[in-house]
């Protein structure tokens, strides 16, 4: 049984931020109680173009995030076992299954000694065959001489013996350099996952480990994303197109710096607002032109670059996977959630199959960075909460609601209809229109 006061932290590194954060398990409930983030300096990077830490920094990134923890542990001097995990890139991630048969001229006695002794040998030589860290071996199915076979309390006389595998792996380097620069990990199955399996253990839904699910991440420089099948990670894509190039667009359109674009589109106007299409004016100078936009514009605008860059990372997935859009549920993260009701820029309908999904963590300001972070430790947690909890988070799962034309808990004192955001600043001034 996991006790209370139980503390768990996650360090994950990206391409230009690390991002570090604890958590304690309390009274049954995930608590965030630590959060801090160390960034690249003079515009480098800590990974390369594959996702491996740089080495003329790992030494230096090493400890710095020490230091970090140990700060952890100090603010709490009464946890005397925190444990540390990593949240590991998923560009470099593969999954395959494979078929090994075994064969014997004269019939032998199969049993489930036999059985597991086979696949001990196929993992050891799958591990010694390639140059990737093998995140997970699972044996999924068995066949004695064609006939599926159960392996529990095996006991059958057969001349060939078929083993399929399905085998989740990373890039060996990328493992090895992200764990290279972390002070301690714990040993075990656990230590570590990948940020999409992160984001989808995230997910509150029921029933999701039966059918395909996509997990989109919206990130700055890129959009990455991958398909579940079964609660499996069986497929990534990306592309290169983030909202980075979004802005640039935005600001292409409305002749402004990119900064100002950004801080407008993420903070400024709630694109689900009923006023926005005629009763919010973007006015502003440049030293070209003069130009007034309305609600409805500035809508087609911002929706027409996010919904083209929804749009590839769709089609990169079409082009791997037959895949109906129209019924597979696609659970978006990232920056696409500082947009106020941004998901109703990437859907047409009322009801669709595209969704925002939001988990509050206690004690977390910002809950759009911590999807990674308490989707992997809830799936360690998971596994001691009591039954009581465990019958709340079920009803939790059951109220889901498709938050598309929705608001969030931060929006919840804004009036709809009345949703519109004042800035004056580089000559931006949004207001109402006369009646």
């Known amino acids: 049984m996991l006790k209370n006061n139980k503390t768990f932290t996650t360090v994950e590194i990206r391409k230009s931020v690390v991002k570090i954060n604890a958590y304690r398990v309390l009274k049954n409930n995930i608590i965030s109680i630590f959060e801090n983030e160390i960034e690249a300096k003079n515009n480098s990077t800590f990974l390369n173009e594959n996702g491996v830490v740089r080495d003329s920094i790992s030494t230096l990134l090493k400890k710095d995030i020490s230091a970090m923890i140990k700060s952890i542990v100090k603010e709490q001097s009464e946890l005397k076992d925190n444990k540390i995990f990593m949240v590991v890139p998923s560009s470099t991630y593969s999954f395959t299954t494979k078929k090994k048969t075994i064969s014997s001229e004269t019939p032998i006695l199969m049993t489930e000694e036999y059985v597991n002794d086979c696949f001990k040998k196929i993992v050891k030589r799958e591990q010694q065959a390639n140059n990737a860290y093998h995140l997970d071996i699972e044996l999924v199915q068995v ?30 380097k990328v493992f090895e350099s992200h764990k290279n620069v ?39 420089d890129h959009i990455e994303a991958g398909l579940f099948k079964k609660g499996a990670f069986v497929e990534y894509a990306s592309t290169n197109n983030g909202m980075n190039s979004i802005i640039k667009k935005i600001s292409d359109e409305f002749g402004l710096s990119d900064e100002m674009s950004k801080h407008y589109l993420y903070n400024n106007i709630n694109f689900d607002s009923k006023n926005i299409l005629k009763t919010v004016l973007l006015k502003f100078k440049n030293s070209l032109v003069s130009k007034t936009l309305s ?35 696609i659970f978006n993260f990232g920056l696409i959630q500082e947009i106020p009701n941004g998901i109703s ?67 919840g004192s804004q009036n709809q209809a009345s949703g519109q955001l004042y800035l004056k600043n580089d000559g931006i001034l949004i207001d109402k229109v006369e009646a």
Do not use: C
């Open 143 to 172: 066949k004695i001489d064609g006939n599926k076979q159960e392996v529990n309390k095996l006991n059958v006389q057969g001349k060939e013996i078929e083993l399929i595998i399905s085998i989740k792996s990373i890039y060996k």
């Open 295 to 329: 609600g409805e514009q500035i809508q087609l605008i911002v929706k027409k670059a996010v919904k083209n860059a929804y749009k590839e990372i769709k089609e990169s997935f079409v082009a791997k996977e037959k895949i109906d859009f129209y019924v597979t549920p």
């Open 182 to 220: 972390i002070e301690k990990i714990e040993e075990g199955k656990d230590s570590y996952m990948t940020n999409l399996e992160a984001l989808y253990n995230s997910i509150q839904r029921p029933s999701k480990d039966e059918s395909d699910i996509i997990v989109v991440d919206w990130k700055e």
């Open 345 to 411: 820029l990437i859907s047409e309908a009322k009801v669709s199959s595209d969704y925002v999904n939001q988990v509050k963590v206690i004690g977390a300001l910002k809950n759009n960075e911590h999807f990674e972070s308490y989707g992997l430790i809830s799936k360690i947690t998971s596994k001691f909460i009591f039954d009581e909890f465990k019958a709340k988070k079920q009803k939790i799962k059951n109220d889901v609601i498709n938050m598309q034309f929705a608001f969030f808990d931060d929006f």
